[in-house]
């Protein structure tokens, strides 16, 4: 099993950052692929970023990109999503999710998912 843990969520007025942090424990070596997705009340979630543990693989949803950038410490077994220049509409509970193989990760396939993290942007 992997236990996923989000933080760095928060409020913050459009135009600002935040950078999200996701922890991975457990059986870190599942977690060969990770991935970002969001949520906002009323609306179905969306995957919103992607990065293989090899450091390869890397996506980001239309809505995201030049914006948003996913990294990883492996070290760690810590990935991040740098948010810039955030909109309201970038408002959401965001989640990571991990799994181990490629193939799943590419079809948004994800055994491990965490809690959440809350993004607010006001205007």
């Known amino acids: 099993q992997v236990r996923l843990v989000e933080s760095g969520g928060g409020s913050v007025q459009a135009g600002g950052s935040l950078r999200l942090s996701c922890a991975a424990f457990?059986?870190?070596?599942?977690?060969?692929?990770m991935g970002w997705f969001r949520q906002a009340p009323g609306k179905e979630r969306e995957g919103v970023a992607r990065?293989?543990?090899?450091?390869?693989?890397?996506y980001y949803a239309d809505s995201v990109k030049g914006r948003f950038t996913i990294s990883q410490d492996n070290a760690k077994n810590t990935v991040y999503l740098q948010m810039n220049s955030l909109k309201p509409e970038d408002t959401a509970m965001y989640y990571c999710?991990?799994?181990?193989?490629?193939?799943?990760?590419?079809?948004?396939?994800?055994?491990?998912w965490g809690q959440g993290t809350q993004v607010t942007v006001s205007s």
């Open positions: 457990g059986d870190t070596y599942r977690r060969n692929c």
């Open positions: 999710a991990a799994d181990q193989t490629y193939v799943s990760c590419a079809r948004d396939w994800y055994a491990y």
């Open positions: 990065i293989y543990r090899s450091g390869g693989g890397e």
